[in-house]
Each structure stands twice: as structure tokens, then as C-alpha cells.
């Protein structure tokens, strides 16, 4: 089984996205916080006892950051399931190391260390890793009843998303397709869903 910590499913509008996966899982996604330095916010539901959805967009009380908002989510225009988050302890000289924060409702702040998703157009097969630390891990307080079923991903060069992937000790099914994507099949309240 694949280390899997969290699905990213990016979206130019979070509240929009929350009413769609209820209307589509039967599951509804509370607001989880904001991530300051990021311009961000999401939503979570938890895919299994370690694992969760995030649903993530700009949040328009934010301020933009000086740089460019993670995940493409400046210039995303559709909805899409964007990367995945692989768990690791050990994150030094296996990418740029950031500290990330996100405040929830109740005022309190999860913390983490992740190695930085510097995404290009298509890309976010290979994932990025995340360790929690001492901080909660957010599916412990996600709404559940939606089980994370496979993951998998398509490429036109299946062999250059799977070298790097391997590279980071972890193996991904990658088929052979027309575009990058990444599949998440889910078992849901209203039955089995494919998302890309």
C-alpha cells in the first residue's frame, strides 16, 4: 500500500467544490482553515484512518503571496485532482524543505514540514512528502464514509513518472495515456466515484 497522507483536489472556488462532493459522495467537507503564506484555503474528508481529501482553492480574504500560489491553483480553471502527498519522516535532501502552517476555525494552528510541490502544467504524479510532527494529522477530525479504493496515474511517458517515484522508495501504477492524470477511485455513500 502506498504511503498515501492526502489527495489534493484543486478548484478556483472551495465552497463550490464542497456543494459538488456532497451532492457526489453523500459526504460533506467542512472548511478546514487557511494557509496564510499561501493565499489558500481547503476543505477535508477523510479517505481511512490516516488519509484524507483535501479540497483546496485561493481564498479570496486572503491577500495573493509574492509568488505564485502552490499547486497551479493561479491558473487552474477546472477542477482536478492536482497531486498527492506521500507521508516520510525524513525530508532533508529529498527536496526543498518548507515549514507550513494552516489555521483552523477554532483559532489553533497545525504545523508540518513538506518537501515543496513546485508543480508545471501536467505534472503532480511524482508527490510530495509530508511529516506531521507533533501536530494532529488533520483525518483524525475529517468527516469519514468515503474509502480511498486505488490511485493510480496516466502519462504519454509512463517511464518518466515512474523513475522519479521510485527514486523516493514508493511504486505507482502509471499506464500509458493521451495526459498526465491522476486517478483516485473512491467508494462513497452513493457509490464507487472516479476522480482526474
Known amino acids: 500500500m502506498l504511503p498515501i497522507d492526502h489527495l489534493v483536489w484543486g478548484a ?4 463550490w467544490e464542497i456543494e ?5 459522495t453523500g459526504v460533506r467537507a467542512p472548511i478546514g482553515g487557511r494557509h496564510p503564506d499561501e493565499g489558500t484555503h ?5 479517505l481511512g484512518p490516516a488519509a484524507y481529501l483535501e479540497l483546496i482553492s485561493p481564498d479570496p480574504t486572503l491577500p495573493p503571496p509574492p509568488h505564485p ?11 482536478r485532482l492536482v497531486t498527492w502527498a506521500a507521508k516520510a519522516t525524513e525530508l532533508d535532501g529529498r527536496g526543498e524543505v518548507r515549514t507550513g502552517r494552516r489555521e483552523l476555525n477554532d483559532g489553533r494552528i497545525l504545523s508540518w514540514r513538506l518537501t515543496y510541490p513546485r508543480l508545471h502544467p501536467g505534472d503532480g504524479l511524482v508527490p510530495f512528502l509530508i511529516d506531521w510532527g507533533t501536530s494532529p494529522h488533520p483525518a483524525d477530525s ?7 479504493v486505488e490511485l493510480r496515474a496516466e502519462h504519454p511517458d509512463p517511464d518518466a513518472v515512474r523513475r522519479p517515484i521510485r527514486a523516493l522508495g514508493f511504486e505507482l501504477g502509471v499506464a500509458l495515456g493521451p495526459a498526465p492524470a491522476l486517478i483516485a ?6 457509490g464507487t466515484i472516479e476522480l482526474r
Open 12 to 15: 478556483p472556488n472551495l465552497e
Open 20 to 24: 459538488r462532493f456532497e451532492d457526489l
Open 42 to 46: 481547503n476543505a477535508l474528508i477523510r
Open 69 to 79: 500560489r502552490w499547486f497551479g491553483l493561479d491558473t487552474l480553471t477546472q477542477p
Open 142 to 148: 475529517a468527516p469519514g464514509g468515503v474509502q480511498l
Open 185 to 190: 477511485t473512491l467508494s462513497t455513500p452513493r
